[in-house]
């Protein structure tokens, strides 16, 4: 019997081990390929665990990539949401994500605070488009230019990787129009 109880133990604990494993993001790859306006290599995992790799995976000819650094850019990032759904409705081959970036952490970490925005962001578009990044984020903001972490960054890239435009914080009409216009002179 006690044999048992603890063959039984141990199988649970492999099992919960591969469910851990299973749903563990691991830390992101950041490669800079090329100078100039292009968007590096990144991978990261998106909050229904799926794994991505930027540019490879971009879904559109034409992707907004939204890059928040803070807990509090959510608000800002909000603020684009509903004129990139339209825009995404509007024009075949464009798609936005959420790119969250966050620096290098325990594997733990990682888990939990992948785990706690699941658990807090419902809506199915959301998880999907929501792919956080955990990678030494000085490498990554030097690849793209950004000089700080205190505003959220958006960038147009092309299927390739190309950075086509961009822009940084919360939606107004004449960053959307700007947008705007740039797609349609190049459909």
Sequence with gaps: MLILRLALIAGLLVVGAG???KIMPSKSKLLV????????VVSGFNLDRQEFEFPRDFGGDYNLVMVPFQRY???IVNTWIPFAQEVEASFPGFI?????????????????????????IPDQTARERTITLYLEKEAFKSALDIPSEDDIYLFLVSRDGEIVWRTTGAYNSEKANDLLQFIQDHR
């Design 73 to 75: 850019h959510q608000e």
């Design 19 to 21: 469910l851990a494993w």
């Design 33 to 40: 390929l090329r100078d100039g306006p292009h968007f590096p």
């Design 96 to 120: 936005y994500y959420e790119l969250p970036t966050i620096y290098e952490m325990s594997a733990l970490s990682r888990t939990f605070l992948n785990e706690g925005m699941r658990a807090g």
